[in-house]
């Protein structure tokens, strides 16, 4: 059986025109980069279900107004395929501050402006938000 593609769910919350992201610690993907809050979708588990759960278990926040963005498609190496599915969401409560609920897996989190990115950036991330792609809403 050949290896399949691991998906993973990755949520833009932004606030006050910052984007949360939290520095990744020792993990096969990502390690000791900057990503923002989200994991694996699990078998018959939506998208907003996938950003809920692992925002909470990840921060502790509340979201709300969930909505997709965008999906990638990268060949990490021989042996990494990761498609990932790029969700956007507020605050329930603007007032909430994210903690680190797994230490173990993330050094904290932090509120950054788009045209000042924390480094190093987990690298799809950087390369997609680097050719323009921009997480905020359009406002008209």
């Keep these: 059986m050949s290896p ?3 998906i993973g769910v990755a949520v833009f919350i932004l606030k006050d025109n910052k984007i949360l992201f939290g520095r990744r610690r020792s993990l096969n993907i990502g390690a000791h980069t900057y990503a923002l ?3 694996h979708l699990e078998f018959r588990e939506s ?3 996938c950003a809920t759960r692992e925002v909470k278990e990840e921060t502790g926040l509340d979201i709300k107004n969930i909505e997709l963005l965008t999906a ?3 060949l990490l190496s021989d042996a990494v395929h990761l498609v ?3 969700m956007r969401a507020q605050l329930t409560d603007p007032n909430q501050t994210p903690q680190n ?11 950054y402006d788009l045209n000042n990115l924390p480094e190093p950036t987990f690298g799809p991330l950087r390369e997609m938000l680097q050719g323009g ?3 905020f809403p ?3």
């Design 37 to 39: 809050p989200g994991g």
């Design 84 to 86: 990932i599915i790029y």
């Design 47 to 49: 998208f907003e279900e």
């Design 4 to 6: 399949a593609p691991e």
């Design 72 to 74: 990638t498609n990268h």
């Design 101 to 111: 609920i797994e230490p173990d897996k993330c050094e904290g989190w932090d509120w």
């Design 138 to 140: 359009i406002v008209s």
């Design 133 to 135: 792609f921009n997480p």
